[in-house]
């Protein structure tokens, strides 16, 4: 049974079916081109900001029905530059696409005729004459190698971004008559007014609270179970697996392990104890494991979509290895069990209310069995602490001032987390949790986040943060 003609069956051929980043801007291209195609028959209808929205929207539809790229892919290849991750925006989108059919038509047709009226290429294929052409760009760009076949991926190149076009919707040296119908994924609702953030988030300047676009980092397909909604309103906290792509845990290693090995790589600080890589903690490969996976999406699936004030930095939290506790018989010679009244809620030392919303911890390295440094919850304790903290607040009397207080309420259910790399934890800024030792004999590796819903000041003025323990987690009733 022969192949169905379609967007994602030429693609794929197009790619060999496995996308590598140097391929990022030719994707990109592809999808705007399609894109322009879906909606060719709409422009007439739609004012100038909306094409631009529809243009853009539609594109990302798109790849997301390419089965062979991930999320982070998707994201990658819908970002302004690369080198700098920033994302792509609808006014540049739309100023790309018609950049597109200006490169074929003024740089690859004249080329690709030239070849074809040749007697020799008279019986070759599209995919021939690809060849061919490619190798004559090739040598043309390169006076020194005109005896050198191109480079395996040299039509990825960024300077040839519209040839995979070209490969993909062109035989000979016009539109494919066959090709394919131009079928959006689903019909793009447009704004009716002009959005302020048409030409993206990266013009705004400053601005601590300003929410990010979620644009083109929400994920619908990352989605939360009722069970999983429902554990979160119950034990204050959920564990959601693998939502962090192995190629950027492996990223964020690589950079921390970096630092650990420059002088400098740990800091005593008189009140935080150990402060691991200075600087490290706002780098793009630590803050794509936020941003760039799927934990971005689920953490708005929580605090309400677009809610959250943009992240600057993440606390890279290290677990050494504790000798004694390896001499002792390593994690096997506890039983898992914690402390009741060893925990703590962040802020707690300061007689105030916790200074974010949510906290996420996501997983770099494997805390598989109890007592290797994993996260340690007491579940339901948000419950329980925060007529506390109401208590404390309005009476202006003390709060407990560190871990160590006995004076504390005791929990005795407290979980060690099973943790594997690329898992991540989301936690209620009022659930007593704890860092557990670590008996093992290798480093863990965490990092976490600290995740301000956008009116987090005002529902601190207002007081409504201490009357209602989930004011400021607007997705659990929207979604």
Known sequence: MSEVDSFQVRVKKAVKGNYQSCMWRSMQSIAL??????????????????????????????????????????QEIMFRRKALKDPLTPDVAWRRMTMISREINETILPKAKELIE?????????????ALLLQSMYQENNENSQSKPHPPMWEFNNNNHAFTVFR????????DPNIFPATPPKVVEVPTKKPPNLQGPNNVKGGGDFPLSSVAQFDD???????????????????????????????????????????????????DG?????????????????????????????????????????????RPPNPALIAAGGPENKDGSLSPTQWHIDGMGKNDHPPFSLLVGVTLSDAL?????????????????????????????????????????AFHNGVQVLAEAGDAVLVHNLTAHRAVPNASHAIRYQVYFRLKHKDH???????SLLDDLFVEFEGLSKD
């Open 221 to 271: 397909s990352a989605v939360l179970t009722e069970e999983q909604r429902q554990h979160f309103v119950d034990e204050g906290y959920l564990h959601v697996k693998q939502v962090v792509p192995a190629k950027l845990v492996h990223a964020a290693l690589g950079a921390i392990n970096a630092a650990l090995c420059k002088p400098g790589g740990n800091v005593e600080v008189d009140d």
């Open 118 to 130: 040749n007697d020799d290429n008279s019986e070759k294929s599209h995919g021939e004459i690809c």
């Open 457 to 463: 000041a005002r529902n601190i003025e207002n007081g």
């Open 369 to 409: 069995q109890p007592n290797c440094g994993n996260f340690g919850v007491f579940p339901n304790s948000h419950k329980k602490l925060l007529p506390l903290l109401k208590e404390k607040v309005e009476s202006g009397s003390s709060w407990y001032s560190n871990e160590n207080s006995t004076e504390k309420p």
């Open 168 to 175: 993909i919707y062109f035989r000979g040296a016009a539109e």
């Open 33 to 74: 081109y399609e894109a322009d195609r879906c909606l060719t028959h709409r422009y007439p209808q739609l004012r100038p900001f909306q094409m631009k929205f529809a243009l853009f929207a539609t594109a990302v539809d798109l790849l997301e029905t390419l089965d062979f790229l991930d999320y982070y892919d998707r």
């Open 274 to 318: 150990t402060r691991y890589c200075p600087g490290v903690g706002g780098s793009d490969a630590i803050l794509n494991l936020l941003k760039h996976s799927k934990v971005w999406t689920l953490a708005q699936r929580l605090l309400g979509k677009g809610n959250i004030s943009d992240v600057q930095r993440g606390q890279i939290a290290l």
